[in-house]
């Protein structure tokens, strides 16, 4: 069992940056992939990031590439999203969660962990 926690989100202007961390516990942090989803009201869960389990792949969802950056830090069990430039778009629930699957995995029935969500909100 794995338990996450998402940290970071809230309300930033349009262009502005925010950073979202997620604390893993549980079982080894090291052998999981990690990913970021998100959410918008009456909208389906969507892929962001995925980091490998060393970090030495990452893969972005094309409306992301450039502007966020996935990371992954084994010794604190942490992964985290760095935000640049958001946009009005990019309002959602962010979860982060944990999947066995080798690689950078996209698809949400990859994942076998999740976290609550933390909501981030970009205003015009």
């Known amino acids: 069992q794995v338990q996450l926690v998402e940290s970071g989100g809230g309300l930033v202007q349009a262009g502005g940056s925010l950073r979202l961390s997620c604390a893993a516990s549980g079982r080894t942090f090291s052998g999981y992939a990690m990913g970021w989803f998100r959410q918008a009201p009456g909208k389906e869960r969507e892929f962001v990031a995925a980091i490998s389990w060393s970090g030495d792949s990452t893969y972005y969802a094309d409306s992301v590439k450039g502007r966020f950056t996935i990371s992954r830090d084994n010794a604190k069990n942490t992964v985290y999203l760095q935000m640049y430039n958001l946009k009005p778009e990019d309002t959602a629930v962010y979860y982060c969660?944990?999947?066995?699957?080798?690689?950078?995995?996209?698809?949400?029935?990859?994942?076998?962990?999740w976290g609550q969500g933390t909501q981030v909100t970009v205003s015009p």
């Open positions: 969660a944990a999947s066995s699957v080798v690689g950078t995995p996209f698809r949400p029935n990859q994942y076998n962990y």
